[in-house]
Nanobody, 124 residues
Framework: QVQLVESGGGLVQTGGSLRLSCAFS????????MGWFRQAPGKEQEFVAA????????YYVDSVKGRFTISRDNAKNTVYLQMNTLQPEDTAIYYC?????????????????WGQGTQVTVSS
C-alpha cells in the first residue's frame, strides 16, 4: 500500500521560504505522477503544483508561478515543493498526492493516494 508522508511545514514570515518534502513508500515511485494541494481554513482544497512521473513536465496554479517549484528525486522516492516569497494567503495545510497517471494531473479526483498534510503558516 502506497504511503505518503509530508514534512517541512512551519511558521515563516512574509517573504520567507520553506521546502516541503513528501516521502513515498509502498510502490514504484517512478510510475506515479505527483501533486501538491492545499486547503486554507474555511476554503476549498486548491491545486498547487504537479509533476509527471519522470519529472520532465511541471504545472502550477497561477498564484504560485514564479514563487514555488515542484521537483522530484526518483532515486530517493521523494517529491519536493520549494516555496519562496511566501505570502499570508499561502497559509494552509499542504498535501501531497500520488496518481497512477504518469502525465501531469491537475484534478484531485485523479489522485489515488494522499498524505496527512503539513501546516504552513505565513505571518504578516
Amino acid at each position: 500500500q502506497v504511503q505518503l508522508v509530508e514534512s517541512g511545514g512551519g511558521l515563516v514570515q512574509t517573504g520567507g521560504s520553506l521546502r516541503l518534502s513528501c516521502a513515498f513508500s509502498g510502490g514504484v515511485f517512478s510510475t506515479y505522477s505527483m501533486g501538491w494541494f492545499r486547503q486554507a481554513p474555511g476554503k476549498e482544497q486548491e491545486f498547487v503544483a504537479a509533476i509527471n512521473s519522470h519529472g520532465g513536465s511541471l504545472y502550477y496554479v497561477d498564484s504560485v508561478k514564479g514563487r514555488f517549484t515542484i521537483s522530484r528525486d526518483n532515486a530517493k522516492n521523494t517529491v519536493y515543493l520549494q516555496m519562496n516569497t511566501l505570502q499570508p494567503e499561502d497559509t494552509a495545510i499542504y498535501y501531497c498526492a500520488a496518481s497512477p497517471i504518469r502525465t501531469v494531473v491537475i484534478s484531485p479526483y485523479d489522485y489515488r493516494y494522499w498524505g496527512q498534510g503539513t501546516q504552513v503558516t505565513v505571518s504578516s
